[in-house]
T-cell receptor, first 113, second 111 residues
Framework: EPEVTQTPSHQVTQMGQEVILRCVPI?????FYWYRQILGQKVEFLVS????????KSEIFDDQFSVERPDGSNFTLKIRSTKLEDSAMYFC???????????FGQGTRLTVV | GQQLNQSPQSMFIQEGEDVSMNCTSS?????WLWYKQDPGEGPVLLIA?????ELTSNGRLTAQFGITRKDSFLNISASIPSDVGIYFC???????????FGAGTRLTVKP
């Protein structure tokens, strides 16, 4: 069964460093998302991406964040200068056209020290 | 922006009992989704609802899309230990690409 894959599963980084989280959405899906979940809390929307551009973003997604679809398969989230409060699970999701459900990857646990 | 209220926050039940949880929104949704999250895993879709009034079952799970389009509930019948986890509702407005999540209901099932 097709699935969304994310790498790495766990990333530890020093405060102020740049990190790139990688995702391979389900092939042929058209809409891509990043969400984050601080430990024990709810899943929060960060950004959605369609047709090679950001279609929506939340107030969390500030200038420190960027997304890219560098080729036909990868979808990346970059955090330019990490802060301690960026520590969280980051989930990538994708969906097909129409009112279809989103499928999530297993997540990347980001720890900023 | 969208406000999703999910309740209850947590539930402790005995194996075999039925469970009910619900979500309400401050705006009208065109899609309601229910996900389950196990520890250290990503959310996994349980049920998707696309039409007001729609009632859908998936095994012991039943969910409904409220007729006002501002609420949804999820029922689990005859709970078993593997039902333990966090259940999230999620919804999407018309002409809105993003999906907002409720705060989750943490379910504990005692054998």
């Amino acid at each position: 069964e097709p699935e969304v894959t994310q790498t790495p599963s766990h990333q530890v980084t020093q405060m102020g460093q740049e990190v790139i989280l990688r995702c391979v959405p389900i092939s042929n899906h058209l809409y891509f998302y990043w969400y984050r979940q601080i430990l024990g809390q709810k899943v929060e929307f960060l950004v959605s991406f369609y047709n090679n551009e950001i279609s929506e973003k939340s107030e969390i997604f500030d200038d420190q964040f960027s997304v890219e679809r560098p080729d036909g398969s990868n979808f990346t989230l970059k955090i330019r200068s990490t802060k301690l409060e960026d520590s969280a699970m980051y989930f990538c999701a994708s969906r097909d056209r129409g009112y279809t459900e989103a499928f999530f990857g297993q997540g990347t646990r980001l720890t900023v020290v | 922006g969208q406000q999703l209220n999910q309740s209850p926050q947590s539930m402790f039940i005995q194996e075999g009992e039925d469970v009910s949880m619900n979500c309400t929104s401050s705006s009208i949704f065109n899609t309601w989704l229910w996900y389950k999250q196990d520890p250290g895993e990503g959310p996994v879709l349980l049920i998707a609802l696309y039409k007001a009034g729609e009632l859908t079952s998936n095994g012991r799970l039943t969910a409904q899309f409220g007729i006002t389009r501002k609420d949804s509930f999820l029922n689990i019948s005859a709970s078993i230990p593997s039902d333990v986890g966090i259940y999230f509702c999620a919804g999407r407005e018309d002409n809105n690409n993003d999906m907002r999540f409720g705060a989750g209901t943490r379910l504990t099932v005692k054998p």
